[in-house]
């Protein structure tokens, strides 16, 4: 028996030594190999794995699992570094990371947002939503660093703008998880603090502003804030001035109130009253609305007066300064007017101040230097005061109709004389 499976194994060897090709003299012979084999060797030789594989790219993998393991990691290595080029060329070459687990950038990025005193330290600030960004974007706003749910959401940006930012692609939970919005856009920046003096305003915008001057006087509630530079926007005043009374105009809130229009006309902010006669001209007019009083129409003469009653001006002045009131101390001198009179002509600064708090004693003592007069809106009975917003909307659109009468007025007299 073990010489007849002797035979056959040599038999075999024969037969698979008749298909090897051999060089001899620079030609391919096929057929008999006259090189004697040892079959018993050759058999061994056949049951041995060998340790190491090298191919002609002079590369070496491992045999068995750990050699399959690196395959399939090459492969998907290539498949994601094919789908990367596809989307760097959608991206117009900019680059990305994706943020790995616990990463905390998102989270410091939430606390700018949420403090004041950690975006003056930081010295940035924290939009959120593509419009927001976009407006910023136009107006030359500098981005930092700007976080993304998704690809299609950062194509929906001005890609060419992008450049100097780092974008960091986050998981939409984590998004959900940091933001102040119950449903996030998927898109997030932070800007450096933006120079009112600095950013491109649209033009189209600008040409439409008329000179009015919007003084906000510690104007506490962001809501309200917000609404009024979104008004003053669409009124086309030149500039709003924020004193220090007033909330941060880069508080979340403020910024989703306001729609964008801290990009479409400069807001200053945090300005003692010194510094508020350095923003406007020299020969503005400041007016001060009161929204406090309680103005009705007479039952007898169905006419409304034109002083508010109970007008004392203890009962609405209040003071920033340490300056004390006392009866030896000459109070601001204002006449009322009702707002649909004319107040606006040429240069025109109108105070808005919060509804929980009193006219400032800094603010009539600055609209008397200025020959202004103290503007009130007529209510019905039993309405206690008007919302500083919804104040600030009626004055301000009342004072843009009265601009561009007058300047359609003396327009038309220059036509006349010429």
Not at 83 to 88: H, R
Not at 91 to 105: F, H, I
Not at 305 to 332: F, K, M, Q, R, V
Request: proline content about 4%.
């Amino acid at each position: 028996m073990t010489q007849m499976m002797s035979i056959n194994m040599a038999a075999l060897m024969y037969n698979v030594s008749r298909g090897f090709i051999l060089r001899e003299n620079g030609l391919l012979l096929r057929g008999h190999n006259p090189f004697l084999l040892d079959s018993r060797t050759y058999v061994r030789a056949l049951r041995r794995r060998p340790v190491t594989v090298l191919y002609p790219d002079g590369t070496d993998k491992s045999d068995g699992k750990h050699t399959n393991e690196k395959m399939r990691q090459e492969v998907a290595n290539n498949r994601t570094n094919r789908v990367n080029e596809g989307i760097k060329d959608r991206l117009g070459g900019l680059r990305y990371e994706k943020a790995p687990a616990g990463d905390k950038r998102l989270a410091h990025a939430a606390s700018i947002g949420r403090s004041r005193a950690f975006r003056d330290k930081e010295g940035k600030v924290l939009l959120e939503g593509r419009r927001l960004i976009c407006d910023a974007l136009a107006a030359g706003a500098s981005p930092h660093m700007l976080f993304f749910s998704a690809v299609e959401r950062l194509q929906e940006l001005p890609l060419d703008k992008l450049q100097q930012a780092k974008l960091i692609k986050v998981k939409y939970e984590d998004m959900k998880t940091w933001s102040d919005l119950v449903t996030p856009q998927g898109v997030i920046a932070i800007f450096s603090k933006p120079d009112a003096s600095r950013l491109a305003f649209p033009k189209d915008t600008r040409l439409q502003s008329v000179p009015l001057f919007l003084i906000c006087d510690r104007v506490r509630d962001a809501g309200n804030i917000g609404t009024i530079l979104r008004c003053a926007a669409a009124a086309g005043c030149d500039r709003v001035l924020l004193t220090k009374g007033c909330v941060d105009a880069w508080e979340p809130k403020v910024l989703r109130a306001a729609m964008g229009a801290h990009f479409r006309l400069p807001v200053f902010s945090y300005l003692n009253w010194n510094d508020i006669s350095k923003h406007l001209p020299l020969d503005i007019t400041v007016h001060v609305a009161d929204n406090r009083k309680h103005f009705t129409k007479d039952p007898v003469s169905d006419t409304i007066p034109t002083t508010p009653e109970n007008a004392s001006w203890s009962g609405y002045i209040e003071s920033d300064s340490e300056e004390e009131l006392d009866d030896g101390l000459a109070l601001p001198c204002l006449k009322q007017q009702v707002y649909h009179e004319r107040w606006a002509q040429r240069s025109t600064a109108l105070v808005i101040c919060g509804e929980s708090h009193r006219l400032s004693l800094e603010a009539l003592r600055f609209a008397e230097k200025t020959e202004g007069k103290i503007l009130f809106v007529p209510m019905a009975a039993g309405v206690e005061n008007l919302n500083s917003a919804m104040a600030a909307s009626i004055l301000l659109f009342e004072g843009r109709r009265q601009l561009l009468l007058d300047k359609g007025h003396r327009k038309s007299r220059s036509k006349l004389y010429s």
